[in-house]
């Protein structure tokens, strides 16, 4: 049994900064890897980035240079800074193990003056 627990969205000015958290405890020790994706109204579900239990990092053409993925154990943060109207989303996180793969309940973010 795992759970995923995220928080740290909310709304914010075209910009600004937030940063995102979230914590997969349970029956796993460690998961292969763990990520964020999000979706936006009438779109779907696209990777924002993703982090492997080693350190490397992939992430979206649209949030490079922008938004930074870490990692410390089975907690997994991003850090989001110049933040736009069209990074408006609900964010989930993802920690997938073997063949098996478990979503958060998601946090929204919402970019708007």
């Known amino acids: 049994q795992v759970q995923i627990v995220e928080s740290g969205g909310g709304l914010v000015q075209p910009g600004e900064s937030l940063r995102l958290s979230c914590a997969a405890s349970g029956s796993i020790r460690s998961f292969n890897v763990m990520g964020w994706y999000r979706q936006a109204p009438g779109k779907q579900r696209e990777l924002v980035a993703v982090?492997?239990?080693?350190?490397s990092t992939n992430y979206a053409d649209s949030v490079k240079g922008r938004f930074t993925i870490s990692r410390d154990k089975n907690t997994v943060y991003l850090q989001m800074n110049s933040l736009r109207p069209e990074d408006t989303a609900v964010y989930y996180c993802?920690?997938?193990?073997?063949?098996?793969?478990?979503w958060g309940q998601g946090t929204q973010v919402t970019v708007s003056s």
């Open positions: 982090i492997n239990s080693g350190g």
């Open positions: 993802n920690a997938a193990h073997l063949f098996s793969a478990y």
